[in-house]
């Protein structure tokens, strides 16, 4: 009976609380984000497959609802979770076959959900990574007509829709002209059959897929190749599923173009508060490109990436998600556990490298992302050292479009040194060198403690009153949503037009 009405309570506050807890994040975000998984992690707990032995007997759902306390610990707001849909036995998930089914190889369906209330249970939002560019297999109900026209299927003799007549395919792909009009259309993906946007039951579909997911306990969105299809999308399925965060993953080195998709996803026009986030590559690469010139941090005199851009008058980086690593970068291996081709060596060394990244971008603007393996794999110190600096950025009050001033006369050493204004108090950072190089006395900033240092960087912060140092506060539990079969939700006409 207690059971029941702590259910039937979870399922009033949600129902009370829906607008609240489902609209996209606006400006000034506060929170941080663990990458909960990375490449090898479906290998996880398959030992019936001698190549995988090694990766233990435990899925990877099963690890993850183990370490949520850890998690929390931290300080993470938000975990990323690989993608949730069948794609196979032994697959990463980013050929999904059977949308609705959440049993994969990261586990199954009740451990799954069971991951989910763990993470719910220490006050961390889930975050799905949503793969709707392309498709591997048949789902049911969907035919050729849901796949874009002019699809290398239609014309590979190998594909099993080979010849397929024009009249039954689907449309073609999208242009996205108004923020991506040198290419004209959007990226055709070889590998698997593109998804044709424009057709309703496609979007009634996958709109209802996001409500599966919300009521198995996500609350946010991690969009895949979102330069395969048109910014609108990601509106219509935002606005349809209100999530409490999202953020698109799209084509690396065109920040040009990130700019403008990030416009056209606002679910309110011309409100980039409204908007979706998008991954900073640029901050990533400048970072990866000046490990020994922290001089080169500066940029042209408003920093690096997404996070220093201004164009427009524009607050960009108050959609910017930084990061150093992810599983699509970095050292990976082959399922015989030999190197990539392509992925031989990790993007930051373990020690300095990957040290003063983090100081950097846990510091800075932005909503900053934190890879599983850094965290929970690269040692005691690493992790003790991210702790610390997100600890510092909290209690700062740093966040997503906290302002920068530059130290230019850390500059004229040869080091970079930033004081950065969060809603509590004063945060500062210096990336090269030592404290003689930089403190922040050294531009007549006083009262102030320090929080975190490491090889060749630290960090101080100053509050009211200069208190001693403070642990940031934990967050509270999120409510369990009740679980909805995909065939039991409806979709009204208006979310999917």
């Excluded at 910014?231 to 399925?237: G, N, S, T």
């Excluded at 799209?250 to 990130?258: I, S, V």
């Excluded at 490109?289 to 408003?302: A, D, E, I, M, Q």
């Amino acid at each position: 009976m207690r059971k029941l009405l702590l259910l039937m309570l979870s399922v009033v506050l949600i129902c009370v609380s829906c607008f609240l807890a489902y609209a996209q994040g606006g400006f000034g975000d506060d929170r941080v984000m663990l990458q909960g998984f990375y490449w090898e992690s479906y290998r996880h707990g398959h030992p019936e497959r001698s190549e995988f032995q090694k990766f233990g007997n435990k899925k990877w759902y099963e690890i993850v609802a183990d370490l949520a306390p850890k998690i929390r610990e931290a300080r993470f707001d938000l975990v990323w979770l690989p993608p949730p849909s069948y794609a196979g036995a032994y697959s990463a998930g980013y050929n999904p076959k059977e949308y609705f089914n959440l049993n994969n190889a990261y586990g199954n369906f009740d451990q799954h959900r069971f991951m989910l209330e763990m993470l719910l249970g220490n006050g961390i939002e889930p975050i799905a990574d949503i793969v709707i560019n392309h498709r591997d297999g048949k789902d049911g109900t969907w035919g050729t007509w849901a796949i874009c026209k002019n699809d290398e299927a239609f014309t590979d003799p190998r594909s099993e829709v080979y010849n397929t007549p024009v009249e039954k395919r689907g449309a073609d792909e999208e242009q996205p002209v108004e923020y991506a009009s040198q290419t004209g259309t959007a990226y055709g993906y070889g590998a698997f059959r593109d998804i044709d946007h424009t057709n309703k039951t496609v979007r009634r579909d996958l709109t209802r897929y996001l409500m599966q997911l919300k009521s198995i306990g996500y609350r946010g969105w991690r969009y895949d190749m979102v330069h395969g299809y048109h910014a609108k999308r990601v509106l219509q399925y935002n606005r349809a599923s209100r999530p409490t965060f999202s953020v698109g993953e799209y084509d690396w080195d065109k920040q040009g173009e990130q700019r403008g998709w990030v416009w056209y996803t606002a679910t309110t026009s011309g409100e980039l508060k409204t908007s979706s986030n998008v991954f900073d590559f640029s901050t990533k690469s400048t970072l990866q490109g000046n490990k020994r010139n922290s001089v080169g941090l500066y940029g042209f005199g408003n920093g690096i990436g997404l996070v220093g851009d201004d164009t427009d008058g524009l607050e960009w980086k108050n959609r910017a998600v930084t990061f150093l690593e992810n599983h699509d970068t970095g050292h990976r291996t082959n399922e015989d556990g030999t190197a990539e081709t392509d992925h031989k060596t990790d993007s930051f060394l373990n020690g300095m490298e990957v040290e003063q990244g983090y100081a950097y971008i846990l510091t800075h603007p932005g909503i900053p992302c934190v890879y599983w393996k850094h965290y929970f794999d690269w040692g005691p110190d690493l992790q003790y050292k991210i702790r610390t600096l997100i600890n510092a950025r909290k209690v700062a009050g740093v966040n997503a479009g906290s302002k920068v001033s530059y130290q230019n006369n850390a500059k004229d050493r040869g080091v970079y040194a930033a004081m950065i204004e969060g809603s509590n108090g004063q945060l500062y950072v210096r990336v090269g060198g030592d404290d003689n190089n930089w403190e922040p006395y050294f531009s007549n900033y006083r009262d102030y403690r320090e929080y975190a240092h490491g090889d060749g960087w630290k960090v101080w912060v100053s509050l009211p009153g200069n208190p001693d140092l403070r642990q940031a506060p934990l967050k509270d539990a999120f409510p369990i949503p009740q679980y909805q079969e995909p065939n039991t939700i409806s979709i009204a006409d208006e979310l999917v037009n």
